[in-house]
């Protein structure tokens, strides 16, 4: 909604979508906006979400059953409404679709009334088409012995009929060529076999009767590198889907909870050779830790429940979501002591430990190009703090070329849903860990290297006030840098004059 001209902005596809529902509303809306907008805004514009759905890689994945409990309690919640629950992955719990209704209680305080058993009689009158329903069996009975009599069987043809089985497959592919294994698995063959070595090692995983790890890991590869549907993955490895299902959700626990050792600060005493090495960004960000940005992941929730998602994740700015990050103690942050500090772009709040940008200057890479050089040491501190701080931009830039799931997440359940991202970046580490060379680490190495959709996509948000004894102690930290920075910057320009 454009609150100067009144309108709706909105896609092309969005549009032909509302016209085949509302073919009544749709010329009034797109013509004259919506009603009474501003005042729907107060009245919705501040639901939140509860937060309950977060997941941190410092926590292990939950059981079973704990994911079965607590993905009820979630549905449970909200309106009374039916929902159609369309899951790819329904074989994981009997084999077989799970398209079904599931109904949502009233209130998060309210009990599911148990309907009376009902005895096999009254089931069969309860059924309006029993009489078809007992027709189709005779039917189907009379077909099944007439072609066992005259044809002596019936021909049940297999789906898997290829004679290169998932484990013949996966000896192909580190047989052969090396570029093969990367772009099926996003990653070299040494990196795929310490990998599987890893989690065999830990105990995370076993070979089972008809699929080993290497199988299992491959298929969860394939579907998180490439976004695959599990009954692509089932037929190239020659398994069922529920198999493959099955797997999937085996290798995402076991990755989620390598991630708890492997996911953590890069642990150093001394300048992060990253900073010493480079004479722009030394000594002046030597107390640095790392940098910290954050990133759109794609969900799926059924339409019923959406609303619980509102107004936190999906369009809140970056200050909301780090807060209610480093509040919570089961996640661990690694907080920054005495001098140290993380870099933060301009959608954080400025507070002891987290060294952000000057507001109202150029400060993105690309307000730079071709603009000259920076004027003033206030754009000359943006522009360092920005090539600096884009080496968290690169990260989610990999991240995301090489696991094309987080663009576009297929219809889990929500429980599942938010361990996926955890365990892409498990694996990312382990990659980095066993080869820093890795293809797509080499093309984004450039520091000044620009991110289309990545950079940007949070920046130039309002953040949450902060106490302003807490904005002055980390503005005199800016200040202090900033003018040394623009003071070795003048007698460098000087010396070369």
């Known amino acids: 909604m454009d609150p100067d001209t009144g309108k709706v902005n909105a896609p092309e596809e969005v549009w032909a979508k509302f016209y085949m529902k509302n073919k009544r509303e749709y010329k009034s809306i797109r013509k004259e906006g919506c009603d009474h907008f501003h005042i729907l805004s107060e009245v919705f514009g501040g639901t939140t979400a509860t937060g309950d759905m977060h997941r941190a890689s410092t926590q292990l994945p939950p059981t079973s059953d704990e994911e079965r409990e607590f993905e009820e309690a979630f549905i449970n919640r909200g309106v009374n409404s039916f929902v159609e629950v369309v899951d790819d992955e329904n074989e994981d719990v009997r084999g077989e679709h799970n398209n079904q209704w599931r109904r949502v209680a009233e209130s998060s305080n309210s009990h599911r009334r148990k309907d009376p058993k009902l005895s096999r009689i009254e089931k069969y009158e309860a059924c309006p088409d029993i009489n078809l329903l007992i027709v189709l069996g005779i039917t189907n009975d009379f077909f099944h012995d007439m072609m066992t009599e005259y044809l002596g069987y019936i021909d049940r043809m297999s789906c898997q009929t290829s004679s290169l089985t998932g484990g013949m497959h996966i000896l192909e592919i580190l047989d052969g060529h090396p570029q093969v294994c990367f772009d099926n698995f996003r990653m070299s063959k040494h990196v795929f076999v310490n990998f599987c070595s890893t989690l065999k090692e830990m105990n995370l995983l076993q070979d089972g009767k008809k699929v080993t790890v290497e199988e299992g890991v491959a298929m969860f590869l394939l579907i998180v590198g490439h976004n695959t549907r599990h009954r692509i993955c089932a037929d190239r490895f020659q398994h069922s889907v529920y198999t493959s299902s099955k797997w999937f959700k085996r290798v995402l626990r076991a990755v989620c909870t390598l991630g708890t050792y492997i996911i ?145 997440l297929s219809n889990y359940p929500i429980t599942r849903q938010r361990l996926i991202p955890v365990a892409c970046c498990a694996v990312h580490n382990s990659i980095r860990q066993h080869h820093a060379m890795d293809n797509l680490f080499m093309e984004y190495s450039s520091d000044d290297m620009l991110m289309s959709g990545v950079e940007g996509d949070f920046n130039d948000q309002e953040p949450i006030p902060i106490d302003s004894s807490q904005t002055t102690q980390m503005g005199n930290v800016r200040d202090e840098i900033a003018s040394n920075m623009w003071n070795d910057y003048m007698e460098h320009l000087s010396s070369l004059q």
């Open 264 to 408: 953590r600060p890069y642990e150093h005493n001394d300048i992060h050779p990253h900073i010493l090495n480079n004479p722009k960004w030394f000594p002046y960000f030597k107390n640095c830790l790392g940098a910290i940005d954050g990133t759109h992941v794609s969900a799926w929730t059924p339409s019923s429940i959406q609303t619980s998602f509102r107004g936190w994740e999906g369009t809140s700015n970056d200050s909301r979501v780090f807060i209610d990050a480093l509040t919570r103690h089961e996640n661990n942050f690694p907080k920054p002591c005495g001098d140290q500090f993380y870099l933060v772009d301009s959608g954080y709040p400025d507070m002891p430990g987290f060294l952000g940008p000057y507001r109202g200057r150029r400060y993105h890479l690309r307000d730079y190009r071709g603009q000259g050089r920076p004027r003033g040491k206030e754009e000359l501190f943006n522009y360092r703090h920005s090539t600096c701080r884009n080496i968290i931009e690169l990260c989610i830039g990999v991240l995301k070329a090489r696991f094309r799931i987080l663009k576009d």
